[in-house]
Nanobody, 121 residues
Framework: QVQLVESGGGLVQPGGSLRLSCAIS????????MGWYRQAPGKQRELVAL???????HYADSVKGRFTISRDNAKNTLYLQMNSLSPEDTAVYSC???????????????WGQGTQVTVSS
């Protein structure tokens, strides 16, 4: 029903910028939260940023002021603008859509396959 496909990853130099996109197929009618997560080798997946249906955002302290999450519902796309990148940002970035459960429908989590972001000289 819902599929997510990330794009925009790649190799960038420290201090550079990238914009990740997450194309969302299907319609989402329920209350939801969308977010970007990342996982570096040997580390657990961590939340980078999230945005609610009402537009409220939350960022990990490590990316606050450098990353910006946004969503374009008309284009069914989630974005993550990443500026001032450092090697510590190197990871596989995945987008996520969480649908809140109701008395009738269970909550659902959807994940993309991820896109590699490598920050290196």
């Amino acid at each position: 029903q819902v599929q997510l496909v990330e794009s925009g990853g790649g190799l960038v130099q420290p201090g550079g910028s990238l914009r990740l996109s997450c194309a969302i197929s299907g319609s989402i009618f329920r209350l939801n939260t969308m977010g970007w997560y990342r996982q570096a080798p040997g580390k657990q997946r961590e939340l980078v940023a999230l945005i609610t249906s009402s537009g409220n955002t939350h960022y990990a302290d490590s990316v606050k002021g450098r990353f910006t999450i946004s969503r374009d519902n008309a284009k069914n796309t989630l974005y993550l603008q990443m500026n001032s990148l450092s090697p510590e940002d190197t990871a596989v970035y995945s987008c996520n859509v969480y649908l809140l459960g109701t008395a009738v429908l269970p909550s659902r989590n959807y994940w993309g396959q991820g896109t590699q972001v490598t920050v290196s000289s």
